[in-house]
């Protein structure tokens, strides 16, 4: 069977559209035709002569069938909006958009127009995640500690829509539970919004989620820890290791009988563009809808709103 390509357009060249480009251009089932940026300085890559180059996104509309819109948040509700409307697939980086409204906006868009709109939470193509996701049954508690050395292409969004949208995510994938209650502290350190937070987020069940995220600290570490009766696991997202703590039945030989699972090192937003280019072409469903990826800006948003 022979199948047919799909003509994608990337949105944004700055330093992660730059990789996403990388990634389309790495895959077989896509032809790149399309590379647009707000400054057109941003579009100068050495690119293929058959790859056109526009400031304006609208340029796009009757050559592609999908884009990635890797803008600052600000942008991408008029981009995704305009794109969608005209019946093209989206993949729209995290956070999804400013507001919740515009993000519902966009669901029902793309649900009306039977296309496919994917949001851009890399974590969740970590290969630690997807045995996590299939033994964890019933947390009670949840530990998570996201930091980050200062980088200040970021700074368009707090902290919490920065970094802490990732563990939201997850955290919300992990458990179904309804949230009851959240208690939310942070500080401004270095720029005009919150670079580091710390969010306790109670359940109806009375289970806790406990998250801490920085954007200024001296390494990089994405760490969350798990816990349900008689068992926890502890996973490092930076090292995709997976260790499990079960409650021993011999006492004599500890509390905990200890499991180690270290996976491959893999390509996340590779995977994730795999996963965005087989939903369009109706091979697969993206791993992070539009409905979930609301969902976590939805907490995202009441965060920020206490901060």
């Known amino acids: ?69 890797v803008t600052p948040t600000n942008t991408h509700y008029e981009i995704a909006r305009y794109l969608l409307d005209n019946g093209i697939h989206i993949l729209l980086e995290k956070p999804m958009t400013e507001t919740l409204l515009q993000a519902k906006k966009l669901n029902s868009l793309a649900q009306r127009k039977n296309v496919c709109l994917q949001i851009g939470h890399l974590e969740r193509f970590n290969p630690v995640m997807k045995n996590l996701t299939s033994i964890v049954k019933n947390p009670v508690f949840i530990e998570v500690h996201r930091l980050a050395k200062f980088n200040p292409r970021s700074n368009d969004v707090n902290v919490v829509f920065d970094l802490m949208i990732h563990d939201i995510d997850i955290i919300l994938s992990l458990t179904k539970k309804q949230i009851k209650k959240i208690h939310v502290y942070g500080k401004k350190i270095i720029t005009k919004t919150t670079d580091i937070a710390n969010v306790r987020i109670e359940f109806d069940d009375k289970s806790v989620a406990n998250l801490t995220s920085s954007r200024i600290s001296t390494k990089n570490e994405r760490k969350i820890r798990i816990f349900e009766k008689d068992k926890y696991y502890s996973v490092d997202f930076l090292k995709s290791e997976l260790t499990v703590f079960s409650k021993s039945k011999n006492r004599s030989k500890g509390l905990y009988n200890q499991k180690e699972y270290k996976y491959k090192k893999a390509d996340a937003l590779r995977d994730e563009i795999k996963n965005f280019v087989n939903s369009c072409l109706g091979i697969e469903k993206p791993l992070v809808d539009g409905v979930m990826g609301m969902k976590a800006l939805k907490v995202a948003d009441e965060i920020s709103r206490k901060l």
């Open 1 to 69: 069977m022979v199948m047919n390509k799909l003509n994608i357009a990337v949105i944004g060249t700055g330093y992660l559209g730059k990789y996403h480009l990388d990634k389309y251009l790495g895959n077989k089932n896509v032809r790149v035709k399309w590379v647009i940026d707000k400054d057109i300085k941003n579009t100068n890559l050495s690119l293929n002569k058959s790859i056109k180059v526009s400031t304006d996104f609208r340029d796009v509309v009757g050559d592609i069938d999908a884009a990635s819109i």
